[in-house]
């Protein structure tokens, strides 16, 4: 494939490195020649691990990978070379070969199932269940109402100052409507788990109360303007 000077870059650069790219950029595809170039170097498939954030974007890489070593054999058994990658000598067509025949044992999976798999791998330093396994969102939501409606039902007919503050909330900047806050709720609760530190960053929001300046990103804009409503869904979400 014809590579940008910056993808190139990328595939030729040792040590750590982050590459920072947009969608559409070929991320999938640098990244595919990066680990030609380290096979043809005398690295093994077997040694490397590759993760995404969706099984769909595994399968992709794998496959992609598979046919980019296959040409790579094909192209060592011809008088043409290929012009990337360069170093394997002697063997060549045997080595992409056995490259090809280990595919399938590469770790190429989701960050998911690679952490899961490390789980598997120690249970037994970790004290739990090696059937362990990892819920799906079918499984998580039935989960994740019934905590929030745990959290919830006591302060629809509580008398406690927080109690009535809650109802406020809901009749002043959800119409009445429950259901419009615990989508906040669950709004929150996603974002903030995207983040390094959950904990800190509700401290934080918290602190930001007391001054009025509640943060305000633009994916959430137009939900997080009333800080009675961030301050409703952070104490929400540390009941839990």
Same mark, same amino acid.
């Given at each position: 494939?014809?590579?940008?000077?910056?993808?190139?870059?990328?595939?030729?650069a040792r040590g750590n490195v982050i590459v920072v790219a947009g969608a559409g950029t070929g991320k999938t595809s640098t990244l595919v020649? &990066?680990? $030609?170039? /380290?096979?043809?170097?005398?690295? +093994? =498939?077997?040694?490397?691990?590759?993760?995404?954030?969706?099984?769909?974007?595994?399968a992709e890489m794998r496959h992609?990978?598979?046919? &980019?070593? $296959?040409? /790579?054999?094909?192209?060592?058994? +011809? =008088?043409?070379k290929?012009?990337?990658?360069?170093?394997?000598?002697?063997?060549?067509?045997?080595?992409?070969?056995?490259?090809?025949?280990?595919?399938?044992?590469?770790?190429?999976?989701?960050?998911?199932?690679?952490?899961?798999?490390?789980i598997r791998e120690n249970f037994h330093l970790l004290g739990i269940d090696p059937a362990v396994s990892v819920l799906d969102e079918q499984q998580t939501r039935p989960l994740i109402e019934s905590a929030l409606d745990e959290c919830l039902a006591p302060h629809f007919a509580g008398a406690d100052a927080t109690s009535v503050a809650v109802r406020e909330v809901?009749?002043?900047?959800?119409?009445?409507?429950?259901?419009?806050?615990r989508g906040l709720i669950l709004k929150l609760h996603r974002h903030a788990q995207t983040l390094p530190s959950p904990e800190r960053w509700f401290g934080e929001q918290l602190a930001a109360l007391e001054c009025g300046e509640p943060e305000r990103s633009e994916e959430h804009t137009s939900e997080l303007q009333s800080p009675y409503v961030i301050s409703y869904a952070v104490f929400c979400l540390k009941k839990k």
């Open positions: 494939m014809g590579l940008t000077p910056s993808q190139l870059e990328a595939v030729q020649e &990066r680990v $030609a170039s /380290l096979l043809a170097e005398g690295a +093994s =498939v077997e040694r490397l691990l590759m993760v995404t954030f969706t099984d769909t974007a595994a992609r990978l598979r046919v &980019r070593i $296959a040409e /790579l054999a094909t192209q060592a058994g +011809s =008088v043409n290929p012009t990337h990658p360069q170093p394997l000598q002697g063997g060549e067509r045997e080595r992409w070969e056995e490259q090809l025949a280990l595919l399938d044992t590469a770790r190429i999976g989701t960050l998911h199932s690679f952490c899961l798999q490390l809901i009749r002043r900047y959800a119409g009445g409507d429950p259901e419009r806050i």
